[in-house]
């Protein structure tokens, strides 16, 4: 239940990702860990979340999927250990496809290659993305050839990404990220806003730098919490 995105500017590349959920996440943290030889800097909590990026600068973040060909949502937690072994995304892509019983969507990116997976037990597809920004709200935008399901969650994924994709353009910097995207607040009253406030609230905030193996974060609401930066 997330809002997540890259975008490449003057050949600098920043992955981003507001961290929703109906439910409180706990224990939520940033560590260092090495899996296989390969250092990852990972956001952890109490549930078995586990995502972020490692020491070659693979960057893979997860978000609830939710097709219109309705399934059970697997997250890829349990996985996320072996897919930062790799050493590009490409090969990070190949190891979410030779996972069985996943159903989830993937952000794959590192400072050469972007691809978006979606992944269910009935079918599954990978995009490269060859534009310079992309951003997605959890509904379905390959299995169901861009399409989401009608009203509830569906409506407020529509509008979270109508929002992000109106805002991206204008997006260049970190600064840019947090004020323009993970902030955004447009729909707020109606709980549809980035930023959520509503049912399905924001609980924290992310900014992958793959160059200079960093996060960006806050660990709350990016519009109540201040940001800070850790290396790998």
Request: proline share 3%.
């Amino acid at each position: 239940m997330c809002t997540f995105g890259f975008i490449r500017r003057n050949g600098k590349t920043l992955v981003f990702k507001n961290r929703d959920n109906d439910f409180k996440h706990e224990n939520e943290r940033l560590e260092r860990t090495e899996i296989a030889g390969v250092k990852q800097l990972v956001l952890m909590d109490g549930n078995g979340k586990y995502e972020g990026m490692n020491e070659h600068g693979v960057i893979c973040v997860e978000g609830t999927l939710k097709p219109k060909n309705a399934c059970e949502f697997s997250s890829g937690w349990p996985h996320f250990p072996d897919f930062l072994t790799a050493k590009t995304a490409k090969e990070c892509v190949e190891k979410i496809e030779a996972t069985p019983k996943i159903s989830s969507s993937f952000l794959v990116v590192d400072n050469n290659e972007a691809y978006l997976v979606e992944k269910v037990p009935y079918d599954m597809k990978r995009k490269k993305i060859e534009a310079d920004q992309f951003v997605a709200a959890n509904s379905s935008q390959l299995l169901d050839g861009e399409g989401a399901q009608e009203g509830g969650y569906g409506a407020w994924s529509k509008t979270r990404l109508e929002n992000a994709q109106k805002a991206i353009p204008g997006v260049n910097t970190e600064e840019d990220i947090i004020e323009k995207i993970l902030r955004n607040h447009e729909g707020k009253e109606e709980g549809l806003s980035i930023c959520g406030h509503g049912e399905i609230h924001t609980q924290s905030a992310f900014i992958y730098d793959p160059e200079a193996l960093s996060v960006n974060h806050c660990l709350g609401k990016p519009c109540e919490s201040s940001f800070s930066v850790e290396k790998l």
